[in-house]
């Protein structure tokens, strides 16, 4: 008996890193999984047999989430598929680090579409069915660096901290349809992400978290599953992930 038996969810950017360990971690609790990728098809596939072969059950759903009518078709798919939808990760995310100085109008935008303009985009898109069922779990992927300062980042802690605000609001206009929206906030987890960072960074940065070590996409997994099968009660908060790297 798996904590999200008889759930439907959709995973954004689920072909890597943080989602993957979501979606994967959604389908051993008996959740049906709509894994969202952007390009990555075969890494999709990859994880869609891997949930295959514990008898798991999941769909691909291909879009580009930073574009509105992609993000609407792809919702419209998993509904048809399945016929509902009870949770939503909005987890895609891209990094294009400049300082501002540097910053073109081009990485500032492609940012900000595909980091937070996407959970807009998914977010209305599944609000009218999750309004329908009177039920809906939305889970916000925002980051340790859209409440603090990064250099090199103003286009990605702006969308980060833009999906904070974006997910206070939407939690208070949906709790009266039984609808919770929270955050998630990693703090540096190792991914593809983080990959393309240098190793004298890391090894500086590895010394300022309290726990010793880096984030594992399956400490983040674990923080959106409870919110998805235990939050019942948690809504419009943000829960930090990141081995206490950044306490408030
Ligand atoms: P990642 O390893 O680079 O994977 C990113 C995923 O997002 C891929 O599956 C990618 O799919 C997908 N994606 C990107 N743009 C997309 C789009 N427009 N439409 C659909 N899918 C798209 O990144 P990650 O480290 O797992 O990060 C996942 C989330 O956690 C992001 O929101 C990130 O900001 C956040 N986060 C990460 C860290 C960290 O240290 N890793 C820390 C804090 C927050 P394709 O390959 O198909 O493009």
Do not use: H
Not at 111 to 132: D, E, G, K, R
Not at 149 to 166: H, R
Not at 215 to 240: P, R, W
């Amino acid at each position: 008996m798996g904590r999200l038996d008889g759930k439907v969810a959709i995973v954004t950017g689920a072909s890597r890193g943080i989602g993957r360990g979501i979606a994967l971690a959604m389908a051993r609790e008996g959740a049906k999984v709509a894994i969202n990728y952007r390009s990555s098809e075969s890494q999709a596939q990859e994880l869609a047999n891997e949930i295959n072969s514990f008898d798991g059950t999941c769909m691909l759903a291909q879009a580009d989430v930073g574009d509105p009518q992609e993000s609407r078709d792809m919702v419209r798919r998993v509904f048809e598929q399945w016929g509902r939808i009870d949770i939503l990760v909005n987890n895609a995310g891209i990094t294009k680090d400049r300082t501002l100085r540097k910053m073109t109008d081009d990485a500032w935008q492609a940012v900000i579409n595909a980091n937070l303009n996407s959970v807009y985009y998914c977010t209305s898109a599944v609000m009218p069915i999750m309004v329908n069922q009177n039920y809906g779990r939305i889970i916000n992927i925002s980051s340790m660096n859209g409440q603090v300062g990064a250099i090199g980042q103003s286009n990605y802690s702006a969308s980060k901290g833009g999906i904070i605000a974006f997910t206070r609001t939407a939690a208070l206009e949906l709790a009266r349809f039984n609808i919770t929206v929270n955050s998630v906030a990693p703090g540096w987890t190792l991914t593809d992400m983080f990959a393309g960072v240098p190793d004298n960074i890391q090894d500086q940065i590895k010394s300022r978290i309290p726990l010793g070590r880096f984030g594992d996409v399956s400490d983040i997994a674990k923080a959106v599953v409870f919110l998805a099968a235990e939050g019942d009660y948690i809504t419009g908060e943000q829960l930090n992930v990141n081995g206490g790297a950044f306490m408030i």
